[in-house]
T-cell receptor, first 114, second 114 residues
Framework: EPEVTQTPSHQVTQMGQEVILRCVPI?????FYWYRQILGQKVEFLVS????????KSEIFDDQFSVERPDGSNFTLKIRSTKLEDSAMYFC????????????FGPGTRLTVL | GESVGLHLPTLSVQEGDNSIINCAYS??????FIWYKQESGKGPQFIID?????DKRQGQRVTVLLNKTVKHLSLQIAATQPGDSAVYFC?????????????FGQGTELSVKP
């Protein structure tokens, strides 16, 4: 069964460093998302992406964040200068589109900012 | 503002019993609701979804009920098994949200005693 994959599973970085989190959505899906989950809290929406552009972004998704679909399979989230409060699980999700609403999530990347 | 919340943070049931997990939402304009299961260290896993034009939807051992009058959503798990132990999140999508952003509730931790 097709699934969303994410790499790395765990990323440790120093405050102020740039990180890139990678996702491979399900191959025929058209909508892509990033969410994050701070330990013990609910899942929070960051950004949605469709047709090579951002559809919507949350207040969390400030100028330090960017997303890119560099080729036909990858979807990346970049944090330019990480802060301690960026430490969280980051989940990528994808959706087929059309009348299909279900978003399928990847296993997540645990980002630890020291 | 928009919010999706859960009535109980934890639920403990005996193996074989039925489980009911509740969720309250505040956005009457939401047209799509979804339940996810999240096991420790993993991403949210789709369980079942329902559109606002339905009151009930059944899957394998799971049933979702939607009461739009009181803006309440519930997940029923029949014959609960130890493998059902996880955190369960409800999520909603606004009717006019073309990008498909999901708003998650806080989560209920289900613990199944053998």
């Amino acid at each position: 069964e097709p699934e969303v994959t994410q790499t790395p599973s765990h990323q440790v970085t120093q405050m102020g460093q740039e990180v890139i989190l990678r996702c491979v959505p399900i191959s025929n899906h058209l909508y892509f998302y990033w969410y994050r989950q701070i330990l013990g809290q609910k899942v929070e929406f960051l950004v949605s992406f469709y047709n090579n552009e951002i559809s919507e972004k949350s207040e969390i998704f400030d100028d330090q964040f960017s997303v890119e679909r560099p080729d036909g399979s990858n979807f990346t989230l970049k944090i330019r200068s990480t802060k301690l409060e960026d430490s969280a699980m980051y989940f990528c999700a994808s959706r087929l589109g059309g009348s299909t609403d279900t978003q399928y999530f990847g296993p997540g990347t645990r980002l630890t900012v020291l | 503002g928009e919010s999706v919340g859960l009535h109980l943070p934890t639920l403990s049931v005996q193996e074989g019993d039925n489980s009911i997990i509740n969720c309250a939402y505040s956005n009457s304009a939401s047209d799509y609701f979804i339940w996810y299961k999240q096991e420790s260290g993993k991403g949210p896993q789709f369980i079942i979804d329902i559109r606002s034009n339905m009151d009930k939807r059944q899957g394998q051992r799971v049933t979702v009920l939607l009461n739009k009058t009181v803006k309440h959503l519930s997940l029923q798990i029949a014959a609960t098994q130890p493998g059902d132990s996880a955190v369960y999140f409800c999520a909603e999508r606004g009717r006019y949200n073309q990008g498909g952003k999901l708003i998650f509730g806080q989560g209920t931790e289900l613990s199944v005693k053998p």
